[in-house]
């Protein structure tokens, strides 16, 4: 009898239950409610839920998850240094058309001006006493581009991933909730109204051209984030070449998949509680929140310029896609421009701005790497 106690005794130190602390109950809560928004609200499921159960994960003690072993050696490594976000990069290139920034050039401007929330978040986090580099990657947060926001996050302040990737991928999934107040304060009914003419067809030979353009002219500017953007526009010369349909295929498919759960699973498990339930979280949280907002009004807020300077032909309405959650943003300007006229369609007007803005956060992000990356 005395010797199966023991054997109990030791069975029961061993487990996790006996070494749970309270930071790791709280986490696993919290990886609780993010699998309730992923699954029952349905915000960016095929994100929010590996990150969920990688959270979940990460607070289990004894397990060895945060060692370097098996597959989660693996994982890390692909995040370590920088793998998964280029090839998921490789995957948004072949989903997106940039056939609308190509019919109106002009939008390009609405994507940069998007990207003011960065900045404003970048200044907010320094006067809070981040350093520069953990202040850039916590104002990367506002592009609402979640590779990006990776990317650089391990690159400058690889402490601060979890809850810089939590943060940027949460308000991904709140674009819906968080721009059409923001919209509708800086509109009004009639402005929203306003009908934009058809943009006019892009030939193959300008869609062929454009991201081999882009991917020299950036990488060689900016040769810290030559990989998003070679990948990037790789993935969408796969698609518009028309001769690779295997590999667009396969890019936008299989290998986005998954490389979504591995790098959404490893972001989860940096998410343990004696690393994650710290001020600075809380922080970066509200100011991620700042910096999409405000991006999302200078992106408004240019396009009331070009608006005023074009002859009320241009509705504000798709300045708010300047940010790169693509193409949530572009349907959440289509979204609200139906509401007060229902035969307005703004999509493909405002996938310009949202593919602009996509390749802004990107030049953002190099930018910060070319400055403050050692």
Known sequence: MDGFMRALVSVWTDSGFSNLTW??????????????????????????????????????????????????????????????????????????DFGPLLANPKTMLLGAAAQIGVFVALAGAMMLGFNVQQASAIGIIGGADGPTAIYLASKLAPDLLGAIAVAAYSYMSLVPLIQPPIMKLMTTKEQRKIKMVNLRPVSHFEKVLFPIVVAIVVSLLLPPVAALMGCLCMGNLFEVSGVTARLSDTAQNALINIVTIFLATGTGLTMSGDKFLRIQTIEIICLGLIAFATGTAGGVLF?????????????????????????????????????????????????GPNVAGVIGTAVAAGTMLAQFGG
Do not use: W
């Not at 959270?55 to 050696?73: H, K, L, Q, Y």
């Not at 490594?77 to 793998?83: M, N, V």
């Not at 976000?85 to 490789?90: D, G, S």
């Open 23 to 96: 930071e790791n109950c709280v986490m696993i809560l919290v990886g609780l409610v993010l699998l309730y928004l992923s699954i029952a609200k349905e915000y960016e499921p095929l994100l929010l839920l590996p990150i969920a159960f990688g959270c979940i994960m990460a607070n289990f003690p004894n397990t060895g998850f945060n060692d370097e072993m098996g597959v989660m050696m693996a994982i890390g490594f692909g995040i370590k240094y920088e793998i998964f976000p280029p090839l998921i990069f490789m995957g948004v290139g072949a989903m997106t």
């Open 303 to 351: 396009g009331q310029i070009m608006r005023i300077a074009s002859g009320n032909k241009i509705n504000p309405l798709i300045g708010s896609a300047g940010v790169s959650a693509v193409p949530m943003a572009a349907r959440v300007s289509q979204v609200v421009g139906l509401k007060d006229n229902p035969s307005n369609y703004l999509l493909m007007q405002a996938m």
